[in-house]
T-cell receptor, first 113, second 111 residues
Framework: DVKVTQSSRYLVKRTGEKVFLECVQD?????MFWYRQDPGLGLRLIYF???????EKGDIPEGYSVSREKKERFSLILESASTNQTSMYLC????????????FGSGTRLTVV | GENVEQHPSTLSVQEGDSAVIKCTYS??????FPWYKQELGKRPQLIID?????GEKKDQRIAVTLNKTAKHFSLHITETQPEDSAVYFC??????????FGKGTRLSVIA
């Protein structure tokens, strides 16, 4: 069973802090993704990575960066957290062949105060 | 880029009735259309998907139909049960591009 694990389920951070959200998958998937989920807005793509050391901007990359040093780990970084980044963050992975669905992590609910 | 519209945003049905959720997409090159179910407090889970070379796919009480000409696809749930209550997301992609999601439909099945 594919597992995508996000390190924190709930996180509270202060405005201006640097925040790291970690995601690890155990099925050797090449592709990994970070989305944020907000009520009424659905899932919006922040960043994605097709393989190690690769990263691509999604639809809403401003204020975020990512790191993919190892195939199984994809980190989302909030350089200077702001209250408008309070959200549910979902990590997902899939194998590289097109036309397959994602496996999602359980999500990290981040609150910035 | 791709844009996916999903309707309705909320849907209430009586237990045993059918539920239909519709999505339209903008990019005619999109060829993969999955549906995800997200129960309260849980991760989205893939429940069914369809590729552009197929018009309909069924799995027990759920089915998905695709109309490539009109660029829309629909999720059909028959004989709904309380455990079908969740938020449902449609999505579309072309090849290896990231999925683009609709905004979601909150389905409530009333016992």
């Amino acid at each position: 069973d594919v597992k995508v694990t996000q390190s924190s389920r709930y996180l509270v951070k202060r405005t201006g802090e640097k925040v790291f959200l970690e995601c690890v998958q155990d099925m050797d998937h090449e592709n990994m993704f970070w989305y944020r989920q907000d009520p009424g807005l659905g899932l919006r793509l922040i960043y994605f990575s097709y393989d190690v050391k690769m990263k691509e901007k999604g639809d809403i990359p401003e204020g975020y960066s990512v790191s993919r040093e190892k195939k199984e780990r994809f980190s989302l970084i909030l350089e200077s957290a702001s209250t408008n980044q309070t959200s549910m963050y979902l990590c997902a992975s899939r194998r590289t062949t097109g036309g397959v669905g994602y496996t999602f992590g359980s999500g990290t609910r981040l609150t910035v105060v | 880029g791709e844009n996916v519209e999903q309707h309705p945003s909320t849907l209430s049905v009586q237990e045993g009735d059918s539920a239909v959720i519709k999505c339209t997409y903008s990019d005619s090159a999109s060829n993969y259309f999955p549906w995800y179910k997200q129960e309260l407090g849980k991760r989205p889970q893939l429940i069914i998907d369809i590729r552009s070379n197929v018009g309909e796919k069924k799995d027990q009480r759920i089915a998905v139909t695709l109309n490539k000409t009109a660029k829309h696809f629909s999720l059909h749930i028959t004989e709904t049960q309380p455990e079908d209550s969740a938020v449902y997301f449609c999505a579309a992609s072309m090849g290896n591009t990231p999925l683009v999601f609709g905004k979601g439909t909150r389905l409530s099945v009333i016992a």
